[in-house]
């Protein structure tokens, strides 16, 4: 049976990518070391999958078919990830496909990749 051990993402500047990702998560890097072209994210605590990061020269996508869903806890919880996040170097991103009871908020890191945090409360 498949399990997904990697999430990779590209960045422009995988130290800088790194660094939001590592305070984002808790994460550490998996050799000890973060290079200029590749970097292996794990969970401080060993367990989950991991997230690399690689040197990519493609632009963002505006609407990315593949992105991560990060999950809070209730509302209270989303709000102040959301606001965790974004002192660490995330931007809100005026999303266009909002429903009118959203459960998620989008951001972008610092790279611009968009990710959500999900309410997971949310009824």
Not at 49 to 54: E, I, P, R, T, V
Not at 66 to 77: I, K, N, Q, T
């Amino acid at each position: 049976m498949l399990s997904i051990g990697t999430i990779v993402m590209g960045a422009a500047d995988v130290r800088r990518a790194a660094e939001f990702w590592s305070r984002a998560l808790g994460y550490v890097p998996r050799d000890g070391e973060v290079e200029d072209d590749w970097a292996v994210l794990v969970p401080a605590d060993g367990s989950g999958a991991a997230l690399a990061l690689g040197l990519s020269t493609t632009p963002v996508q505006e609407h990315p078919r593949v992105h991560l869903d990060l999950y809070a806890g209730g509302a209270a919880d989303q709000e102040a990830e959301v606001a965790r996040l974004m002192s660490l170097g995330a931007g809100r991103v005026d999303w266009d496909a909002y429903p009118d009871d959203a459960d998620f908020v989008v951001l972008a890191d610092p790279e611009g990749n968009r990710f959500c945090v999900i309410d997971t409360g949310h009824s």
